[in-house]
């Protein structure tokens, strides 16, 4: 039995195969061959940066902006009106204890100096005529007594004159700087108008700055704070500074708490109403570091509503994302407050958790 060639089965084979079959196995061939030589798609993991919850709620430095003053900066006036004789000092001036300042023209006070002295004399003289008589029996008890007291209120007017010409001159109430200058020779000034404003060098130099009220009630007195002049050099070491003082009630204009910080000795020039950048260290307890809010990035936070919200958080092996609900609150430092479903410790994707989706694989970015 003679064999055919596998050429002519081959086109035996196609001759008999409808002509509709062909082409479906034509595709088929063409599509293993595709198949064959196309690359491997690779599905890379979602990068993400993280933070974490812990982290958020030991935090406990603030920051503020604030003026460095003299520690006792005073305006210094005249007791009486009247007309400026001497101005003696200028703004910028250092000056010494005891040192004049400025006085006023002395006219109108030396008369009624002298004029005090006169009734004085004259009621000393009417005094001891008026004891003579009543010691003879010529006058009542009650002509002394009121001889006594108009001896006693010309005594007191005296007084009061010497003092109002003692102070019509402005002295350095200590060692000082003069650090503004309101008026001048010739100038008339009202009572209590300030003449010159005077810093005490010997109260040394602070930063005074305003915080909220959240803020402030953490910050007690001898806190250490750390402070940045403006003008310093970028590479400039912070001066240490430390909480003197925290005022009991908020500014009435701003609803904010003054913190006075002491500054130490240092080689910059310091000048009133220089700029400083102040960072606190709160004083927190256990119980208040316990209870302390935490807040979240806005980035961090999807489908709000109703105060209630959707974030994502790393599964233990750190290659996964969890989605959990969360309870918000009110929105604080740039970010929202968590007050519930947030687990201890948790690490909460901050950036890319809106491309996310529950049990997705991500790569945690630096």
């Known amino acids: 039995m003679k064999t055919r060639p596998k050429a002519l089965i081959a086109s035996h084979y196609c001759a008999v195969l409808p002509a509709t079959v062909l082409p479906t196995i034509l595709c088929a061939l ?56 001497q101005m003696q000092v200028d703004a910028g001036q250092r000056v010494a204890a005891g040192q004049v300042l400025a006085t006023l023209v002395m006219t109108d006070l030396d008369m009624q100096r002298t004029q005090a002295r006169e009734q004085l004399a004259k009621a000393e003289r009417d005094l001891a005529r008026t004891e003579s008589l009543r010691a003879k029996g010529m006058i009542s008890q009650q002509v002394e007594q009121d001889a006594r007291a108009q001896r006693e209120m010309a005594r007191a007017a005296l007084t009061a004159a010497n003092f109002n010409h003692e102070q019509a001159v402005i002295t350095a109430p200590s060692n000082g700087l003069i650090l503004e200058k309101r008026a001048d020779a010739r100038e008339t000034v009202a009572a209590g108008q300030p003449v010159v404003i005077f810093g005490r060098l010997d109260k040394g130099w602070v930063a005074r700055a305003g915080l909220p009220a959240t803020d402030a009630v953490h910050i007690n007195v001898g806190d250490a704070v750390q402070v940045r002049l403006d003008t310093a050099t970028a590479d400039a070491a912070a001066l240490p500074g430390k909480v003197r003082r925290v005022a009991a009630a908020s500014d009435p204009r701003t609803g904010s708490i003054e913190v006075e910080v002491g500054l130490p000795s240092t080689k910059e020039r310091l000048l009133s109403g220089m700029v400083a950048r102040l960072e606190f260290s709160k004083s927190l307890s256990k119980a208040t570091k316990k209870s302390a809010p935490v807040s979240l990035p806005l980035a961090a936070v999807l489908e709000g509503n109703a105060g209630r919200a959707i974030v994502f958080v790393l599964a233990a092996d750190k290659k996964k994302v969890q989605r959990i609900e969360v309870k918000t609150g009110r929105l604080i430092d740039g970010g929202i407050e968590i007050l519930d479903g947030l687990p201890t410790g948790a690490m909460v994707v901050s950036e890319g958790a809106a491309w996310l989706s529950d049990g997705d694989a991500v790569r945690v970015l630096p």
Do not use: H
């Open 30 to 85: 063409v599509l293993a061959g595709c198949n064959r030589d196309a690359p491997t798609m690779v599905q890379l993991d979602q990068p993400v940066r993280v933070v974490s919850v812990n982290a958020i709620v030991d935090k406990t430095s603030v920051t503020a902006t604030g003026q460095v003053r003299l520690g006792v900066e005073a305006p210094l006036s005249f007791k009486t009106p009247g007309i400026i004789a």
